[in-house]
């Protein structure tokens, strides 16, 4: 199954294609602004990269946030005509799931994913081993995160790993 996956929920755009057994093209590039305009030529090229054209997609998969709105609906709206256009299904991931899935864990050990929301809040999530939410995803303060974290052994990922370590 060729699955077209992209994000645009934070601070970059990125896209990937994948074949089932892995990735064949991949481009990421931090961008505050401008998804817009990069994101179309963004995953023509990294199709071409893969050799491959929307007509060989089975799938698409896109980020549904958190992140920023602008961002967000970029994202999602092109997924969405993208979807309707070729007939093809459409699968959401979660920004938190998307940075946590390449963690690999150690028997013990949980994920937390975080992204900075500013105002002293964070987003977050805690995963176990395969992926399994330990916790739902929050919008809570800073002070409340810590509260929200299981007493073990924990692997920090995201824009909002520092504000946690802190």
Do not use: C, K, N
């Amino acid at each position: 199954m060729i699955v077209l996956a992209f994000d645009t929920a934070q601070g970059a755009l990125s896209a990937a294609v994948h074949d089932g057994e892995g990735e064949l093209a991949t481009i990421f590039e931090e961008r505050t602004r401008g998804h817009a305009e990069a994101l179309m030529p963004m995953l023509e090229t990294v199709l071409a990269e893969a050799a491959l054209g929307f007509a060989d997609l089975d799938a698409l998969a896109v980020t549904v946030g958190p992140g920023t709105f602008t961002g967000l609906r970029v994202g999602l709206a092109a997924a969405r005509g993208l979807a309707l256009a070729r007939d093809l299904p459409l699968v959401g991931v979660t920004t938190l799931e998307a940075v946590a899935a390449p963690v690999s864990l150690v028997a013990g050990e949980a994920v937390v994913a975080a992204f900075d929301a500013r105002r002293d809040e964070i987003y977050l999530q805690v995963f176990g081993d395969g992926l399994s939410p330990l916790s739902p995803p929050l919008l809570t303060g800073l002070d409340a995160a810590m509260t929200q974290l299981p007493a073990a052994p924990l692997v920090l990922v995201g824009t909002g790993s520092a504000l946690l370590a802190a």
